[in-house]
């Protein structure tokens, strides 16, 4: 019955170095969201995940970041060539229903820090 | 350009008080308002406000959505200082898409 688990719960990278984030949703959960937090900033949307239709990436802030979906399941957030504004907090939430109809719940987050 | 507003950024209250805290927003395609409460990394839940004028209450908090005036205002009554914490307003897009546009959030402080 555990809830959203992200992995690692923080990590500490070196500019121009790539990083995976990962994402445990809770099962049976078909809606999977990723955001960022910066620092004094409100929660960013990144991308949006439903079932096995294409995903929504128009919240990615450039081609250095890309997400996958596997198995509708386990979701993967990469950012290659890391740069120091990418630091951030790195939030996944899951919902049962799709297109906003549900309440997201939030995994504990991935704290990156770009050094 | 979707946008969501919350007032004030901050806030430092004494146990026992009384807050309200704002949230404005200009978004396509609303679907429903939502508040959070953040104290360490992950927000936790409080309310969705789908209809407009109906309050929502749960303990000491509730909160109530004006869709004429496009805002939202979530009231704290009798404050403890567990109530300390980042309270971020989140507008629900309808439409294909599921995400939420957050604002930057409120940053309530509660003295004993």
């Known amino acids: 019955g555990a809830g959203v688990s992200q992995s690692p719960s923080n990590k500490v990278t070196e500019k121009g170095k790539d990083v995976e984030l990962r994402c445990d949703p809770i099962s049976g959960h078909t809606a999977l969201y990723w955001y960022r937090q910066s620092l004094g900033q409100g929660l960013e949307f990144l991308i949006y995940f439903q079932g096995n239709s294409a995903p929504d990436k128009s919240g990615l802030p450039s081609d250095r970041f890309s997400a996958e979906r596997t198995g509708g399941s386990v979701s993967t957030l990469t950012i290659q060539r890391t740069q120091q504004e990418d630091s951030a907090v790195y939030l996944c939430a899951s919902s049962s229903l799709g297109q906003g109809l549900g309440e997201q719940f939030f995994g504990p987050g991935t704290r990156l820090t770009v050094l | 350009e979707d946008k969501v507003v919350q007032s004030p950024l901050s806030l430092v209250v004494h146990e026992g008080d009384t807050v309200t805290l704002n949230c404005s927003y200009e978004?396509?395609?609303?679907?429903?308002l939502l508040w959070y409460k953040q104290e360490k990394k992950a927000p936790t839940f409080l309310f969705m406000l789908t209809s407009s004028g109906i309050e929502k209450k749960s303990g000491r908090l509730s909160s109530i959505l004006d869709k004429k005036e496009l805002s939202s205002i979530l009231n704290i009554t009798a404050t403890q200082t567990g109530d300390s914490a980042i309270y971020l307003c989140?507008?629900?897009?309808?439409?294909?898409?599921?995400?939420?546009?957050f604002g930057k959030g409120t940053k309530l402080s509660v003295k004993p």
């Open positions: 978004v396509t395609n609303f679907r429903s």
């Open positions: 989140a507008v629900l897009k309808g439409g294909s898409q599921g995400n939420l546009i």
